[in-house]
């Protein structure tokens, strides 16, 4: 208990300020909590293993099997494990032993909050209607939604939303009048300096998931582009709590590309439209201007707090990366990729990525001993991909493409990125695996780029970019 008692305090000191969905006040009792709420104990120690990345993986698997059996064998609902489940999936990235779990966790967090009657107004719910109408609850007046479950609700759609924003790998929670009411309520009430932050956090993400989902057809880019802009320009960072404001900064920055990003996509897709590039020049340049205030941000947060940063903070790097490389890679008659890439270049971010990946685990967090190889595992991923981009856009300068990092080969010939090698044989030519010709550059000469976007780097990043986890281990 004397251990499990310091991690919780690293915990709330070190981890807690990134996650507002789920609060401990601080004067919370460790023993009572691991009595009355084991679930959430055990989430918390498990996550905040941030120096010895085996035992952590080994303590999720754990929770992972607690979950199953409280959940799908007992059929138990409660706010407890719905908690546990925001507090794993923030930080799934580095401790989860399959990392597909994050959206089978996010679904599970989905289907409590409807079990739980949190997703509506109290009794508004069809069950109490029927208890009702039959009587035996006619005379009792609905409880009142409590603060936490106000969180929990926003914290399931905050996720859920950031996924599918980023990666389109699931359907979130639709948005209702009861959290835009829930959003008000915290706001109002401000029981902690997070829940200011929650709302503008939550709000952020439920912009960019209407540029990502709405239709533009018949509608000028730039109108509707003009209207969310306005939008987010209206959501301030208050200058409190550093950790939330880089979440919040992230979040602002990343849905500023999610929306300029417009500006280019149909023209990498449909030919007909090549003929408006130069109309859309302005917009893409402010889509060039988010990346970089993207990468401004992401950059500034100091190496040693990678281990605490929560997973959103990575996924926004991820579809960050791949709306950048499409750009990068456009092949538009009068698009000067050259120019672009002299004001922003990717081979440049992902190689400083790459390092500062590197540096974690010697950083010496919280005067800690690192047993924490994750970010140097997934350096080697991210400098690998940057060579692959030069090769493909400088052939004839480009270093020669080492060996594939464990894991990714298998992965990219199953998305068809590069060819089977016979056995025996040879790689094609002085850069290792060769990538298809035609069906992957294709006529358009980059359209395998486009292609990583929807097959390569959905399985890639939620999937087999996994931090070089090996997660049959353990």
Not at 165 to 194: D, I
Not at 303 to 325: C, K, N, W
Not at 339 to 364: N, P
Request: charged share 20%; hydrophobic share 40%.
């Amino acid at each position: 208990m004397q251990e499990a008692g310091r991690l919780f305090e690293r915990y709330q000191r070190l981890m807690a300020p990134n996650n507002p969905f789920v609060i401990l006040p601080e004067h919370t009792d460790v023993w009572e909590l691991a009595q009355e709420r084991p679930f959430l104990m055990q989430a918390i120690v498990a996550v905040s293993l941030i120096d010895d990345l085996p035992r952590s993986h080994r303590m999720c698997k754990d929770v992972m099997r607690q979950l199953g059996e409280r959940m799908l064998m007992n059929s138990e609902k409660s706010m407890e494990l719905l908690q546990g489940i925001l507090v794993v999936v923030n930080w799934w990235h580095m401790h989860l032993h399959d990392s597909q779990q994050s959206t089978n966790l996010i679904h599970l967090a989905m289907a409590l909050v409807t079990d739980l009657n949190i997703d509506r107004a109290p009794g508004t719910c069809s069950q109490m209607s029927k208890e009702v109408s039959h009587g035996p609850m006619a005379s009792k007046t609905p409880k009142a939604a409590t603060s936490d479950e106000r969180r929990a609700l926003l914290g399931t759609y905050y996720l859920g939303s950031m996924l599918s924003t980023s990666f389109h790998k699931l359907e979130p929670l639709k948005w209702t009048p009861w959290m835009s009411q829930s959003l008000e309520v915290l706001e109002r009430m401000a029981e902690y300096e997070s829940d200011v932050f929650l709302v503008r956090l939550v709000n952020a993400q439920h912009i960019q998931e209407e540029i990502s989902t709405a239709a533009l057809t018949g509608i000028p880019i730039a109108m509707t582009s003009q209207a969310y802009a306005a939008q987010l320009d209206r959501i301030t960072v208050p200058p409190t709590i550093s950790r939330l404001q880089y979440l919040l900064q992230l979040q602002l920055a990343n849905a500023r590309i999610s929306l300029w990003d417009r500006s280019f996509q149909d023209l990498l897709d449909d030919k007909s439209k090549h003929s408006q590039l130069q109309s859309r020049l302005p917009d893409i340049w402010r889509f060039v201007s988010a990346v970089k205030d993207y990468a401004d941000v992401y950059f500034s947060v100091p190496v040693s707090e990678y281990l605490t940063l929560p997973f959103p903070a990575f996924a926004q790097f991820g579809f960050a990366f791949i709306s950048l490389m499409r750009l990068a890679t456009m092949d538009v008659p009068g698009w000067d990729a050259k120019c672009m890439r002299d004001h922003l270049d990717f081979g440049e971010i992902m190689e400083y990525c790459s390092s500062r990946f590197e540096a974690v685990e010697a950083s010496g967090l919280d005067g800690l001993s690192i047993d924490n190889d994750a970010f140097t595992r997934w350096a080697q991923k991210t400098r690998w991909l940057k060579q692959f981009f030069d090769s493909k856009m400088s052939p004839e300068t480009a270093r020669p493409l080492g060996p594939t990092p464990a894991g990714l080969e298998k992965k990219m010939r199953i998305s068809g990125i590069l060819e089977d090698v016979a056995p025996g044989a040879a790689a094609q030519g002085p850069q290792g695996p060769t990538p298809p010709g035609e069906g992957w550059m294709g006529a358009m000469g980059m359209e395998g780029f486009t292609y990583f976007d929807e097959a390569f780097w959905n399985s890639f990043n939620v999937g087999d970019f996994d931090f070089g986890l090996d997660m049959s281990a353990g």
